[in-house]
């Protein structure tokens, strides 16, 4: 694989733009992948790719979840590292201005406990001129309302996208939905008139591994959020909804995230309606993986003569037996 082929066949127009923010080509690393920025810069040239997220930041520093953090599934990924980050402030002194120097969009995951939490750390990062948009995490559980993940709850989810909405000035607003759901329409339908100006979808799935040798689950509290390509049809489908029921129809641009570890997954979540894929858990396998999905990328619109990969967004054919 010769990565300067990329830059070398300039005749596919590979840029996509996500409400005005313009990305030289359609994938980004997911959040928690690759930390804040530099330190994956061993292991892929992340100024590459058409833009980067951060890890979640929170308003105070957080040492996260006890050991171990990540289980392996057979097709897949099982983590509860509880939002390890180091928070809003040392975020902006130490690590963004390192973001920064990657040249491209800079994305920045937001989570909090709480609606005040999530508008203080929102507020304080719409100021950084270094960051392209604020990605809200709402699958973090509400502590005024029993634990129960924002969201999870399309009245929860809308107050607090409203909330965020109004400290949110220079700044795209992503959001960021869970597929742990009934509907997941509902739950973009709410975000959207909330005030998002994109949605990413999808974050984990909730589930579970046993030891069954000395029966105790494998991560320390039990639950972990599943990733990896055992997700990925679960995330073609949730976006191929959305897109059809609530973003196409509102121009509102979507983030694929979930299993992609090819091009053709890439493409297959574009078709469905995704303007950007994000690549998450594939990273730790093969950190060249988004490089390679790019060339794959090329070579598909060249073999389906398409100019600009902009055009596949949302041409997937509708099932036959609708
Ligand atoms: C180790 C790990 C850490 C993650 N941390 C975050 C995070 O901090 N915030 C967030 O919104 N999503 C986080 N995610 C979810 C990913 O961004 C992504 O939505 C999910 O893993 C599905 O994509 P994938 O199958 O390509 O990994 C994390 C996923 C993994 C595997």
């Known amino acids: 694989m010769n990565i300067d082929q990329i830059e070398h066949k300039t ?3 590979m840029s996509v733009e996500l409400a005005g923010i313009r990305m030289k080509n359609p994938i980004l690393t997911a959040s928690g992948i690759c930390g804040y920025g530099l330190e994956y810069l061993p ?3 992340l100024g590459k790719m058409g ?14 979840n006890p050991a171990p953090r990540m289980a392996e599934t057979r097709a897949g990924l099982l983590n509860s590292i509880g939002l390890a980050n180091v928070g809003v402030d040392k975020f902006i002194v130490e690590k963004l201005p390192q973001a920064r120097r990657l040249d491209i969009p800079i994305f920045v995951n937001v989570a909090g406990r709480t609606v005040e939490e999530y508008c203080e750390v929102a507020s304080r990062l719409d100021e950084q001129d270094a960051i392209a948009g604020l990605e809200l995490n709402i699958s973090c559980p509400n502590v005024a309302c029993g634990a129960l993940e924002f969201g999870v709850d399309a009245d929860q989810a809308g107050m607090l996208v409203s909330a965020v909405r109004k400290v949110v ?5 992503i959001v960021k939905l869970t597929p742990n759901v009934t509907d997941i329409s509902d739950l973009a339908r709410a975000v959207v008139d909330a005030g998002a100006d994109i949605l990413s979808l999808i974050n984990t799935l909730r589930g579970m591994t046993i030891n069954i040798e000395n029966r105790h689950p494998i991560l320390p509290r039990g639950v972990g959020g599943l990733s990896g390509p055992a997700v990925k049809p679960v995330a ?5 909804k959305v897109y059809n029921e609530v973003a196409g129809k509102q121009n509102i641009p979507i983030i694929g995230i979930g299993g992609v570890q090819y091009w053709s997954d890439a493409i297959e979540l574009m078709l469905a309606g995704a303007t950007a894929v994000a690549m998450g858990t594939v990273m730790y396998v093969n950190p060249q993986a988004p490089l390679e999905a790019l060339v794959g990328m090329e070579d598909y619109c060249r073999r389906h003569k398409v100019d600009r990969i902009a055009d596949i967004i949302g041409t997937a054919e509708p099932p036959r037996a609708i």
Not at 51 to 64: C, M, N, Q, V, Y
Not at 236 to 240: K, P, R
């Open 51 to 64: 833009a980067f997220t951060t890890k979640s930041i929170t308003l105070e520093p957080r040492d996260g």
């Open 236 to 240: 073609v489908y949730c976006i191929w």
């Open 11 to 13: 005749e596919i127009d």
């Open 43 to 45: 292991y892929l040239d």
């Open 169 to 173: 000035k220079k700044r795209k607003l």
